[in-house]
Each structure stands twice: as C-alpha cells, then as structure tokens.
Nanobody, 124 residues
Framework: QLQLVESGGGLVQPGGSLRLSCVAS????????MSWYRQAPGKERELVAA????????NYADFVKGRFTISRDNAKNTLYLQMNSLKPEDTAVYYC?????????????????WGQGTQVTVSS
C-alpha cells in the first residue's frame, strides 16, 4: 500500500526555521519526482517546491526562493523541505506529493498520491 507520511510541522516564530519530512513507502521512491504543496485556509493548494527522482533538478515557487530547500534521501525513502526565514504568510498545511514519473510537474494533475499534510503555523 502506497503511503506518504509527513512530519515536522509546528508553531514557529517569524524568522524561525522548520524541517519537514515525508517518508514514502509502497513504491520505488527513487523512480519518481516529488513535490511539496501547501494550502492555507480559504486558498487553493499551491506548489512550493519540486524535485526530480535523482534529485538533480529542483524547482521553487517564487515566494520561497532563497528561503526553502527541497531535498531527498533515496536510501531512506524520505523527502525533505528545509524552511528558513519563515513568515506569517507561510502558515498552511504542507503536503508531499508523488509524481507520475521521474521528472516533476507544476500542476496538481502531475501528482497522483498525496500525504495527509502537516500544519505549519508562523506566529509570534
């Protein structure tokens, strides 16, 4: 059974950092591109960052460039999102998603499985 389980969310002050993890099981993790999406209350789910299967190519939304870093450890079947310089507007539920192939896409249709999400709240 395919599973994506996120962790690492929580409450952090503005300017702080968090590292999210997504542990994958039930498929050959190293064969698929992965991404992080987020959804704030009342807003649509949006792409945060994406990475190809081998990790060689990464893509970031403009609003996180220079602050967030996506990475993966294929030996551990784990996807990461290092988030630095967090802002209140980063508050959202963060989801990891499995791509349909080795590359990554920028639309939700490019992904076929989603985790349950982890809440990130940035507030003083």
């Amino acid at each position: 059974q395919l599973q994506l389980v996120e962790s690492g969310g929580g409450l952090v002050q503005p300017g702080g950092s968090l590292r999210l993890s997504c542990v994958a099981s039930g498929f050959t993790f190293s064969s698929y591109g992965m991404s992080w999406y987020r959804q704030a209350p009342g807003k649509e789910r949006e792409l945060v960052a994406a990475i190809t299967s081998a990790g060689g190519i990464r893509n970031y939304a403009d609003f996180v460039k220079g602050r967030f870093t996506i990475s993966r450890d294929n030996a551990k079947n784990t996807l990461y999102l290092q988030m630095n310089s967090l802002k209140p507007e980063d508050t959202a539920v963060y989801y990891c998603a499995k791509g349909r192939g080795e590359g990554y896409g920028v639309t939700r249709g490019s992904y076929d499985y989603w985790g349950q999400g982890t809440q990130v709240t940035v507030s003083s």
